[in-house]
């Protein structure tokens, strides 16, 4: 009789515990956040896609504007200071904006993909006028960046859409220096057959911390995040619930999504990933009436790879930027007319 009781304590114990992990993993993985709408002084954003803070200045990249690629403010009272990245065939225009990069004091780096070129404007800040110093031509190896990061005071890092590795390196000069790591698909064979549509299917959004040494790519298609440190070579893989890519090959060679939009975008800070998470269906998001781009799920993941916190936003975000020391998230939202959104949180 005394064993019977020893053992219904030790089964309700153990099931208390399971109950209490299971308490906590809710509580750390759905927690909610609302959003408050930050106007600015003027009406100029059509699809504010990205935004990127360093210091008091932030800069808004405007996928669609059909003016300037990229607006300054002051930050975080966010008013207006200028606009650059004049959209045209120009010289010294912009085709088709990619990304933004802040590159030091008042200095950022822009990417037109189409133009396979790198600008660096120098004087963004209050009372000055963005001013092109460098247009830097890619060499002919990068095939149709579509982002970029710098990789420290004298490289950039490009995700390499050959398929025959997973970056590409280059020195200030647009020069290549190296290629790195592969695709980590599971289906090799598919890989090997179809590398240029496989890296179509696997286009990755990155994130580069200097002083990490740490390379965080997400995927658009897929449930994948991967962690590269560059100073011990060690690489982290993240699969998530709903998987790698899908997408099919046609036979022209190109990836054609065929599954879920995962990941919108990825910021490594000092303490944490953040990156911001759709997971609907490609069949699903057909049937919806009136489709809103962007994701809900902000992940937190810690440098191991592990899922820390999961936060549910108030409505779809296309970019963000996390300012850890305000305990605040920055985010776009292309669906409203006010497009940017601040949200407070642990």
């Known amino acids: 009789m005394k064993n019977v009781v020893i053992l219904l304590f030790a089964l309700v114990l153990i099931t208390s515990c399971g109950g209490q992990k299971k308490q906590e993993e809710k509580e750390v993985r759905n927690v909610q956040l609302k959003g408050e709408e930050m106007p600015v002084d003027t009406a100029l954003f059509r699809y504010a896609y990205r935004i990127r803070v360093q210091g008091d200045k932030a800069v808004v990249f405007d996928l669609h ?3 300037y690629y990229y607006h300054a403010f002051t930050y975080p009272g966010f008013k207006y200071i200028s606009s650059f990245g004049k959209r045209g065939e120009g010289p010294e225009e912009m085709i088709s904006a990619e990304n933004i990069r802040w590159g030091g004091d008042n200095t950022a780096w822009v990417l037109d993909g189409s133009k396979n070129r790198l600008f660096r404007y120098g004087g963004i800040a209050p009372g000055q006028e963005p001013k092109l110093e460098e247009n830097i031509s890619l060499d002919k190896a990068f095939m149709r960046p579509l ?3 710098l990789s420290g ?3 950039f890092v490009i995700p390499d859409y050959s398929g025959e590795n997973r970056f590409s390196w280059a020195d200030m000069s647009g020069n290549l220096l190296h290629k790195s790591d592969c695709i980590p698909i599971t289906d090799e064979k598919q890989l090997k057959e179809s590398a240029p549509a496989v890296a179509q299917g ?3 959004f990155i994130s580069f911390s200097p002083d990490k040494k740490l390379l965080v790519t997400v995927t658009q298609l897929g449930d994948v995040l991967d962690i590269y440190n560059m100073e011990n070579g060690r690489h982290i893989n993240y699969k998530g619930e709903d998987g790698e890519p899908e997408f099919h090959v046609t036979s022209e060679g190109y990836g054609i999504p065929a599954g879920r939009m995962c990941y919108y975008d990825v910021q490594v800070t ?3 990933i953040y ?9 699903d998001i057909m049937k919806e009436k009136e489709y809103k781009q962007g994701a809900k799920q902000l992940r937190v993941f810690d440098f191991d790879g592990k899922l820390r916190k999961e936060y549910m936003l108030d409505r779809p975000v296309t970019g963000i930027y996390v300012d850890e020391a305000g305990h605040c998230l920055w985010a776009t939202d ?5 497009q940017i ?3 407070i949180f642990d």
């Open 147 to 149: 982002d970029f990061d």
């Open 153 to 155: 005071a004298d490289s």
């Open 334 to 338: 292309v669906n409203t007319d006010t």
């Open 341 to 343: 959104v601040k949200y």
């Open 202 to 204: 696997w286009r990755s």
């Open 275 to 283: 990156a911001i998470y759709d997971g609907r269906k490609f069949s």
């Open 65 to 67: 504007n059909v003016d």
């Open 270 to 272: 000092e303490h944490y």
